[in-house]
């Protein structure tokens, strides 16, 4: 497979990937998109002339409403939806909670958040992405991904020690196979899936960081005054992967990749020490399937 590459890098902006780019009549949801990397995803797609809506657990004027670790409330906005949709900005998430924490239904809160709302949600609406005749759905994936593979014994944290990284990391592992898990189940639909990290941005993800970890992500220095390295992006920076995967005709019919700084990851071993890539464990396609079975499985049960 050839690596797909772009010409853009780690600061190319969201809106300068669709310089040139018309997105008039297609119609894009993005999760979570009123804070942060989806809000800059929302103004870059809105201004190249999409029909956006933004999905987000406390909506205000055009927003809709989606809890996402309430599968009661994913099914309330699927049913609430008509017509296509032409491409799915997973985008929503929760960071390494402190203490573990669970949705009503008793799911781990990052897994229910990160993974199987959006799962729930992506396949309700399979018969409008089919619609759409090629749409595209974008997994917000993270370079935590590299830390921890999918654990399909323990998936919840009910039988091993709670880590909220560990928690993190193997719900952004998820979402990777699920763009994988897309690819291979959903290609005869027209629809591609894929997944990126979108790097180092101050957002509101990072409240639940204490300072020494703050410290140890590069974001706070000795004195405890937030600092900005340079290889941290901006939100609208962040965004521009999100961009080019859901709209650019650069990606028309590439599917089941991961990006990282607008270009094509290399896959590598995971690992806490791998600074860099997409873990193989993140893109096994025998995983994607293990990992589509289950998702299947729990969202139709509760
Ligand atoms: N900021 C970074 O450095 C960074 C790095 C890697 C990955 N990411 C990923 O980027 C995505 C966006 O995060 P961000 O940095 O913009 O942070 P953010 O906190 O600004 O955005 C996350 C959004 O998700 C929403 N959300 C949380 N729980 C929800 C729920 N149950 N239902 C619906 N919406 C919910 C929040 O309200 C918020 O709008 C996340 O998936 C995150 O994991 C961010």
């Avoid at 990749?257 to 270009?263: G, L, Y």
Wanted: aromatic share 8%; hydrophobic share 45%.
């Amino acid at each position: 497979m050839t690596r797909i590459n772009t010409p853009f890098n780690a600061k190319t902006t969201a809106a300068e990937i669709l310089i040139g780019v018309d997105l008039t009549g297609r119609r894009i949801i993005v999760t979570g998109g009123a804070s942060g990397i989806g809000l800059e995803t929302v103004r870059a797609l809105r201004g190249a002339g999409a029909e956006v809506t933004v999905a987000t657990r406390n909506p205000t004027g055009d927003q809709r409403a989606l809890d996402l670790s309430d599968l009661g409330s994913v099914r309330a906005f699927v049913a609430g939806w008509t017509g296509p949709v032409h491409a799915i900005v997973a985008n929503a998430g929760i960071m390494a909670l402190p203490t573990r924490q669970v949705a009503a239904n008793g799911w781990e809160l990052q897994l229910a958040t990160n993974f199987l709302g959006h799962f729930a949600l992506i396949t309700g609406l399979r018969e409008n992405l089919r619609q759409a005749g090629d749409a595209r759905v974008v997994m917000v994936s993270s370079g935590a991904q590299l830390r921890a593979p999918f654990d399909f014994d323990d998936p919840h944290f009910e039988h091993r020690p709670y880590d909220p990284w560990a928690a993190y990391a193997q719900s952004k592992t998820a979402d990777v196979l699920l763009a994988v898990g897309l690819a291979r189940h959903w290609a005869a639909d027209g629809v591609t899936a894929n997944a990126f990290e979108p790097g180092y941005i101050h957002t509101n993800l990072q409240r639940h960081l204490d300072d020494a970890t703050m410290r140890a992500v590069g974001a706070m220095d000795e004195e405890g005054n937030l600092v900005t390295p340079d290889y941290y992006k901006t939100p609208e920076q962040g965004a521009a992967t999100s961009v080019l995967l859901a709209a650019s005709p650069l990606l028309d019919g590439v599917t089941g990749r991961f990006f990282s700084d607008n270009q094509e990851a290399e896959v590598v071993r995971g690992g806490p020490d791998v600074p860099a890539g997409v873990a193989a464990w993140s893109v096994d396609p025998a995983a994607a399937d293990r990992l589509w079975d289950y998702a299947l499985t729990a969202t139709a049960d509760h």
